[in-house]
């Protein structure tokens, strides 16, 4: 007879708002105010040796957290929004590259600002061309990147303050060295602060000491301040647009099943391409085209957006792309890039 304590356990998280102080702190969030000074993997580096202290006091016979991740790296004289996942979490890393970042930056002017210097910046917004710095960690070769805001705040004398919109991996020095050959007299980044990561901004960052004094409160049994410095890691997918699927189907995601159509509950609008949508239509008005060679949407239609999966309680399942029909009978529905449970 097989005993019942042999049976797996329930791959399931409990509901975001129900876990306890482990079960934070190995799946959670915190949106980190970094500091001058250290680099980000310092900082991140802090952030783990602090949790894993606490845990082995709060839950010493379960797993330490095995690393945490940040939103992107911030040099060290940088300071500002570094959202850090900690545990099992760091899984969706990518996701920080999903959303848009912002900065404030002081752009220092070589020479006196031109009479069209607010022109010439506001020539800068949109897609823009830029190739990599030499000491970068990626290869240096011309690429684009989309600048969607870019507001001059002020000018005094030769210092500008820009706040800069704009997609992840754009490079804030290079777009202030652009801008300074525009005017015709040069100019480089001064002072950077990022004040925004999506789904994070500034509004409610945390500094490290916010961070250590929460969890030293927790390991003598008051975790009040903790559940507002660590989020629950769901947190980081809100900008994504969401499908929500059966636990039942949920525990077939943690064996690294595909989510299928019969699993499916509901599935936001954003999440659903182009292409899907026209392979779902039934519409038998739509005009055709008897030469065969005119652009489709399937033809132009970009890769599927990012989707995060959840149970109808709030918790995260997996990162995939709608491949199917949601309101199909059978098939795969959200092809999977990342199992969070």
Not at 22 to 39: Q, T, Y
Not at 240 to 262: D, E, F, K, Q, W
């Amino acid at each position: 007879m097989t005993d019942p304590s042999d049976a797996d356990p329930d791959p399931l998280r409990a509901p975001p708002g129900e876990r306890s102080v482990p079960e934070l702190l190995r799946f959670g969030v915190v949106n980190l105010d970094k500091p001058a000074g250290p680099s980000s993997h310092q900082v991140s580096a802090w952030v783990r040796d602090a949790i894993d202290e606490t845990l082995a006091t709060l839950d010493p016979e379960g797993p330490p957290t095995r690393g945490v991740a940040h939103s992107g790296t911030l040099d060290p004289k940088v300071t500002g929004c570094l959202p850090t996942l900690t545990g099992d979490a760091t899984r969706m890393a990518q996701v920080f590259l999903e959303g848009a970042k912002e900065y404030v930056a002081v752009l220092e002017l070589h020479g006196s600002p031109p009479s069209d210097f607010r022109e010439v910046v506001a020539e800068f917004e949109g897609e823009i061309y830029q190739k990599p710095p030499r000491k970068s960690a990626v290869s240096r070769r011309l690429r684009t990147r989309t600048v969607h805001e870019l507001d001059l705040l002020e000018v005094a004398d030769r210092r500008a303050l820009l706040r800069i919109r704009c997609e992840s991996g754009t490079y804030v020095r290079k777009l202030c060295h652009d801008i300074g050959l525009a005017t015709g007299g040069g100019a480089h980044m001064g002072h950077l602060r990022r004040s925004a990561t999506d789904p994070f901004d500034d509004r409610d960052l945390r500094t490290l000491q916010d961070l250590v004094d929460a969890l030293a409160w927790a390991g003598d049994g008051d975790d009040a301040l903790l559940r507002e410095v660590v989020r629950p890691a769901e947190d980081a997918l809100a900008h994504l647009p969401a499908v929500t699927v059966a636990r039942s189907a949920a525990r077939s995601v943690a064996t690294g099943a595909p989510v299928y159509a019969p699993g499916v509950i509901d599935v936001d609008d954003a999440a659903i391409p182009a292409a899907v949508r026209d392979d779902a239509s039934t519409d038998s008005d739509a005009p055709t085209d008897t030469d065969g060679d005119a652009p489709t949407d399937r033809d132009t239609d970009p890769d599927p957006p990012l989707a995060a999966c959840f149970t109808p309680d709030g918790t995260a399942v997996c990162l995939g792309r709608v491949v199917g029909d949601p309101d199909a009978e059978n098939g795969t529905v959200v092809a999977l890039e990342r199992v969070l449970l």
